[in-house]
């Protein structure tokens, strides 16, 4: 069986003490990179998609045909997964389209940049796990605000830690399978203006709130490691990004040991696609069809997947015998 829960994913990675790398699609030819990176590397993994956040033009349409792709790739245990569901109408929508987890994103509100109360939060939450449970799916709450852009585009957000003891209340009167918390990373191409340390990074945070959500699988969001040359090469072909450190791969192994199990980095991803187009659009003028640049793209991030995968420790585990 190709699908399974974030709860059932996350359950095994914590019998065998690894994470599962979640990385976001905007369309199909994405998700191919990430599916091909699970088979190569015989590795469970989280595919995640934000709605409206595609180049498709139709969410509905987009996720039938994701689902239909997933179906086809039955050597590896895979989770659909929303990300950043902004209320409960796209749960559900999500959820319909044959997702096998959501995340309710209730730490803001409906502009999408006010923080919400701890009561807000916990309500539409908790609405969403009756619903999701009740279908056999899975949901990822979320406690403070990570910073920065979702999807790319749009206004960033100020970062509020997660408070631990707000952590273990909100766990318990939501039912939440997995939480994010707030630890000081940020969505998007720029994380930090050096590189990150004790007081930007605060893994001290996960280690307390493990302690005391035991049972709850954390979730790191916003951790790309924004690879200098990645951003090297988009920049050697027309980009404008600028210098910008992310979150160190030996800090994302060492949140492993402290609970976290599920591991967002989207733009990593994004990097490798698109520097890989820019450079061959750049080097072939006579090129035109979306073939051949669309092609470099997915052989690019699928290398930096498999990668992944493997500082993970993800890769090999879907062969490990099913608990
Ligand atoms: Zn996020």
Redesign the pocket.
């Known amino acids: 069986m190709t699908f399974v829960t974030l709860l059932q994913a996350l359950d095994e990675a914590a019998a065998g003490d690894y994470a599962l790398g979640a990385f976001n699609v905007s369309d199909l030819v994405q998700a191919e990179a990430v599916l091909d990176a699970a088979a190569a590397t015989a590795s469970p993994v989280i595919v995640q998609a934000i709605a409206g956040g595609s180049a498709h033009a139709s969410d509905e349409r987009f996720w039938g045909a994701l689902v239909g792709l997933i179906k086809t790739y039955d050597e590896v245990p895979v989770v659909l997964h929303l990300?950043?569901g902004p209320d409960f109408a796209t749960c559900a929508r999500a959820i319909a389209a044959g997702f096998t987890s959501v995340m309710i994103?209730g730490s803001l509100r409906a502009d999408r940049r006010t923080p919400s109360s701890f009561e807000e939060n916990v309500a539409v939450t908790a609405e969403v796990v009756e619903y999701a449970h009740a279908g056999g799916v899975s949901v990822e709450g979320?406690l403070g605000t990570?910073g920065g852009v979702?999807g790319g585009t749009g206004e960033a957000k100020e970062i509020v830690l997660a408070d631990p003891d707000q952590a273990a209340e909100f766990v318990r009167r939501t039912g939440v399978d997995a939480l994010?918390v707030a630890i000081g990373t940020s969505?998007g191409a720029y994380k930090f203006d050096r590189e990150p340390d004790g007081e930007v990074l605060r893994l001290d945070l996960t280690e307390r709130i493990h302690a005391l959500t035991s049972g709850t699988h954390l979730v790191m969001?916003?951790s790309s490691t924004l690879p200098a040359e990645l951003r090297a090469e988009v920049n050697a072909y027309g980009g404008t990004l600028p210098e910008s450190w992310g979150v160190p791969m030996a800090e994302k192994v060492r949140s492993i040991g402290m609970g976290v199990r599920k591991i967002?980095q989207g733009m990593d991803s994004h990097l490798a696609f698109t520097a890989a187009v820019r450079r061959t659009l750049a080097t072939d003028g006579l090129n035109v069809d979306p073939a051949g640049y669309e092609r470099a793209g997915r052989e690019a991030m699928r290398a930096l997947l498999v990668d992944r995968m493997r500082d993970f420790r993800s890769a090999g585990q879907a062969k490990r015998p099913r608990s």
Do not use: K, L, T
């Open positions: 990300d950043h994103d979320e990570i979702e994010a969505h969001h916003g967002n």
